[in-house]
């Protein structure tokens, strides 16, 4: 089982950009999330396509099952 963290940005086109951590320290922690993610957009290090990062617009933890079948 595999989890991530994903942040979500709008940008400045509009768009939706992510930003994905592996291995989140749970619980999440609301508040930290928010502030990490203001301070990720006023660095302005990150540019995609779109833009660079304005807003913040969700985060989510993903969960991801696998499983593996043999088949020879």
């Keep these: 089982m ?3 963290l994903e942040l979500q940005f709008s940008t ?3 768009k939706t950009a992510s ?3 592996d291995n989140p320290k ?3 922690d609301e508040d930290v999330v928010k502030l990490s993610m203001t301070q990720i ?3 302005n290090v990150f540019t995609t396509a779109s833009g660079k990062f304005v ?3 969700g985060a989510r933890v ?3 099952n696998v499983t ?3 088949l020879a």
């Design 2 to 4: 595999a989890k991530t």
């Design 12 to 14: 400045e086109l509009g």
């Design 19 to 21: 930003l994905s951590i």
């Design 26 to 28: 749970e619980p999440v």
């Design 41 to 43: 957009i006023a660095a």
């Design 55 to 57: 807003a913040a617009k």
């Design 62 to 64: 993903v969960d991801r």
């Design 68 to 70: 593996e079948y043999e």
